[in-house]
């Protein structure tokens, strides 16, 4: 409570008022530092099987994000895990509308016989292809024992169809044939990003004016970042299969996985606060479009996360998260330094420090003070602040900079990682080392991080 007090302390326009429960005064907040949203992830399921195990109700514990994009890395690691996990307030990640569309494109380009593919998106975004024109395809499809897409093709020079739908399915068909066609020369990161905007499925949801509209661009970003993980479309489209198939809810005993907007009126035992990095929590979007009410607006729902929590908060943030496809370094949220440091018990990987966010904002460095832990120990010890990590003579780019690629790394290769150790080199893509590291197992890692051992 006193840490939530501390954070809607700094909202100008709040009148002053003194918060208390008779609950006492709780656990402090855990504040945990992490190298990247999938670690982040990985650490909130561990601890949430380490309740489990102490006998803690799954029920009475939450993750709370700021935007719907963030659950999907969650949602992927509790299936991974077998942890039953319901979604409140919003479908599963693969399930929303946008997504579900996206991924309708992708399953035609990769089977040109998935009707049902066909049927979704065929005149999504709108191409004047009506129930009539669909009713003639199916009849053809059905009387000549074809897919929908090859019924389309042997309909289109005939007069079976009006001018303006042979016209319509014709450049449909065109765009379907040439993005088969890129498959072979082009990665699929780069294809779903040609495949929306070609299509006209990004301008659609651009123009449209409803509230929902730019969550749902941010959910077809998040789509890319998914995609980036793979190596091929085809093992995309195999894992969210899988993925499909385990999210049935089993109901029972589950991990509630919601907005903060959501979150609203519930309580929970323990309350997971994932992403408090600048641009994130606080949106940047908010702040840019609402100016100092929206960014009070934004204190609210952090003040409405960690009074969720009855008995324990944790807040968690990456020190960088894939963007457009693109590694990006993140600034720890300036509401981690509005938290009243005796309130609070700070964690970081080996390596990241306080000062060593990479670019740490100038109010949340300010938050660290003296007092950090680094790394999984039981004691919370103090240390000096560290001055910013710099690898291979150069320092980390501030948010929304690329971090540059080092280069001239190949497999076979030895490095050293701050908090991994040594290994050997097994992949290289893009700026992103698949490394056998000794003690620490394969990792995937940015160049940028490592030095030549």
Known sequence: MAAAAGVIGHNRGRLGKTLWTRAGEGDKVAVRGLWDAEQEARWAGDEIEALQRKGHRLSEIAILVRAGFQTREFEERFIALALPYRV??????YERLEIRDAMAYLRLINQPADDLAFERIVNTPRRGIGTATLQVLHGAARAEGLSLVE????????DDLPRAARNALGNFLTMLDRWRAETGTIGHVELVQRVLDESGYTAMWQADPSPEAPGRLENLKELVVAMAEFENLAGFLEHVSLVMDNAADTGGDMVSLMTLHSAKGLEFDTVFLPGWEEGVFPSQRAIEEGGLPALEEERRLAYVGLTRARHRALISFAANRRIHGQWQASARSRFIAELPKDQIEVETE??????????????????????????RQDTYRKSLPRPPLVIEGT???????EIKKVGGFAAGDRVFHQKFGYGTIRLVEDNKLEIAF?????KKVMDAFVERA
């Open 88 to 93: 409140i307030g919003g479908p599963r990640f």
């Open 438 to 442: 000794e003690k620490a197992g394969d």
């Open 395 to 401: 320092r980390p780019p501030a948010r929304g900079q």
């Open 151 to 158: 019924a389309t093709r042997a309909l289109i020079p005939g």
């Open 350 to 375: 080996m390596g990241m420090g306080p000062g060593a966010g990479w670019a740490a904002s100038p109010a949340a460095n300010a938050a660290w003070g003296t007092g950090w832990s680094e790394g």
